[in-house]
């Protein structure tokens, strides 16, 4: 399973940098193995690249496998989605500039409204004139600050919308397995350029 798992995130990795989501060794993703484990990108990979060394498996307290690289500095975030919403098995994390500009746009809301674009289908909103808010959290330098606003927000609130979106960062998506994060991570791109376009 780890490397059908490492597989997958490798083929999607390739795609997302392909898109510009993942330069300059920025973004990463991970899958999980079981209930107390999950496979991550290792820091400071080219996410065009992968291989199977590329990869830490690490524990939902963010602690590495001896022998393995050491995981991206922001595995912190991925133990907190998986530590509290247990039927997620994928997070991916990439730098979308459209994600990034509507964040800034809509900083004083705290969230960016996307509503009645058929796209919205694809993280699970399928009625007429659907209307989802993809809520944004605040980006500290400070990672462990970084998960506690996270930690907020999923503590917080009911968790609809399978993503968050860091102020000017990118965001975090999951869903069931590496197939479902891809999809939810590729719908908000869609969804936040056609929001940054339709507003120029």
Same mark, same amino acid.
């Given at each position: ?30 899958a999980r193995i079981d209930h ?62 459209? %994600?990034?500009?509507? !964040?800034? #746009? /809509?900083?004083?809301?705290? *969230?960016?409204?996307?509503? $009645? &674009? ?22 500290? %330098?400070?990672?462990? !600050?970084? #998960? /506690?606003?996270?930690?907020? *927000?999923?503590?917080?609130? $009911? &968790? ?41």
């Amino acid at each position: 399973m780890d490397d059908t798992l490492r597989a997958a995130l490798s083929r999607d990795a390739a795609d997302l940098y392909a898109l510009g989501w993942l330069l300059g060794t920025s973004g990463n993703l991970s899958a999980r193995i079981d209930h107390e484990r999950f496979v991550i990108t290792a820091s400071g990979r080219h996410k065009g690249r992968l291989t199977r060394e590329d990869f830490v498996v690490c524990d939902l307290s963010g602690e590495p496998r001896p022998g393995d690289p050491t995981p991206s500095a922001e595995t912190l975030l991925h133990c907190a989605i998986y530590a509290r919403l247990p039927d997620v098995g994928a997070v991916y994390h990439v730098h979308d500039p459209h %994600a990034a500009l509507c !964040s800034d #746009r /809509d900083a004083a809301a705290g *969230h960016t409204t996307l509503a $009645d &674009v058929e796209m919205l289908k694809a993280l699970g909103f399928w009625d007429d004139g659907a209307r989802v808010d993809v809520p944004i959290i605040p980006n500290p %330098a400070h990672i462990p !600050s970084l #998960r /506690d606003h996270l930690v907020d *927000h999923l503590d917080g609130h $009911d &968790v609809f919308v399978p993503a968050v979106n860091v102020l000017r960062h990118g965001t975090y998506a999951w869903g069931a397995t590496p197939f479902d994060a891809m999809r939810h991570t590729e719908a908000l791109g869609y969804l936040f350029e056609y929001s940054w376009k339709q507003r120029e």
